[in-house]
C-alpha cells in the first residue's frame, strides 16, 4: 500500500487516497500509526472521491476509534490531492462526518503551502464545572462537528496536560470521550492552548481544538470576534477568525513529511 507521511503543526497523519472502500480501517489505523512497529502518527486519513463534494476524508485515531472531524488533517487534504495532480482547482469542498467543510489553498511554485478553511459555527455552551480528584475544573464545552472542553488557566504551560486530559475522558458526562484544550492568554489577540486529543493523546496541534479555544475565548471575554487570533500550539500557530455568529476560520501551514509503500 502506497502512504503519505503528513503533519499541520507536528499533528501527523498517514495519507491514502483510495476509490475503493478499505478493509478494517481502525484495525489499520492502530497498526500504521504504532511508532515502534508501524510508521508513526495521530491516525490514518483516507482520501476517497465524493458524490457531495470535491473529496472526502475519514480520519482514524491512533487508537481506532473514528473521528468527525480534524482541522490539521483537512488542511493537508487540500496539499494532499492538489499536490499529487488530483485536483487543479483552489477551492475546494471536502465531505466529513460533520458536515462539508470549505477550503482555499494558498499555492507556491506550484504546491500548496497555507490552506484556510471554513470550519462553520461554533456551538459554545455555558461554563460547566466538574470534579478531577480532589480538584473542581471549570470549562466551556464547544461543537466543533466535535467534542471540546477548554479550560481558561494562568499559564498553559504549568498544566499537567496528561493527567488531567485523561481524567476528563473517564468522566460520565463524556461517554465518548472528549478534547480537552488548556488555554491561557498571551496578549491581545494571543493565546497559549496545549490539548489532550481523545482517542490520541497529547498531541502537538489540534485544528479544531484550536478553534474551540479562540471561540469560548470570546464567550470569556479574552478575545475579539472578527479579529484574526494567534493560537500558538505546541507544534507552533494556527490563526483563527470567529465572526459575530460564531462561524470560525481557521487558516495554517500543511507539509508532506515523506512518502512510502507498506507490505500489510
Do not use: W
Request: neutral net charge.
Amino acid at each position: 500500500m502506497n502512504f503519505t507521511k503528513m503533519q499541520g503543526l507536528g499533528n501527523d497523519y498517514v495519507y491514502i487516497y483510495t476509490e475503493k472502500e478499505i478493509e478494517n480501517p481502525n484495525q489499520l489505523s492502530v497498526k500504521l500509526s504504532d511508532r515502534h512497529f508501524g510508521i508513526g502518527s495521530d491516525g490514518l486519513i483516507v482520501i476517497s472521491p465524493s458524490s457531495v463534494a470535491d473529496f472526502k476524508m475519514r480520519i482514524f485515531n491512533a487508537d481506532g476509534s473514528e473521528a468527525k472531524m480534524c482541522g490539521n488533517g483537512i488542511r493537508c487534504v487540500g496539499k494532499y490531492v492538489f499536490d499529487n495532480h488530483l485536483t487543479d482547482k483552489t477551492e475546494l469542498s471536502v465531505e466529513t462526518l460533520s458536515g462539508i467543510k470549505y477550503l482555499h489553498l494558498f499555492t507556491k511554485g506550484g504546491t500548496v503551502k497555507l490552506v484556510s478553511v471554513d470550519m462553520g459555527k461554533a456551538v459554545v455552551g455555558c461554563r460547566q464545572s466538574v470534579k478531577i480528584g480532589a480538584q473542581t475544573v471549570e470549562y466551556y464545552p464547544v461543537d466543533m462537528g466535535n467534542p471540546h472542553a477548554v479550560v481558561f488557566c494562568k499559564d498553559a504551560e504549568a498544566v499537567p496536560v496528561e493527567k488531567i486530559g485523561s481524567l476528563f475522558q473517564k468522566l460520565d458526562v463524556f461517554k465518548d470521550g472528549v478534547n480537552v484544550e488548556f488555554v491561557s492568554k498571551i496578549s491581545e489577540n494571543k493565546l497559549r492552548l496545549r490539548v489532550f486529543e481523545r482517542g490520541s493523546g497529547v498531541t502537538l496541534a489540534c485544528g479544531t481544538g484550536a478553534c474551540a479555544g479562540v471561540s469560548a475565548a470570546i464567550k470569556h471575554k479574552l478575545c475579539l470576534s472578527n479579529t484574526e487570533t494567534e493560537v500558538k500550539l505546541d507544534g507552533g500557530s494556527l490563526y483563527i477568525t470567529v465572526d459575530g455568529e460564531f462561524s470560525v476560520s481557521m487558516k495554517g501551514p500543511a507539509e508532506a513529511v515523506f512518502d512510502g509503500r507498506i507490505t500489510l
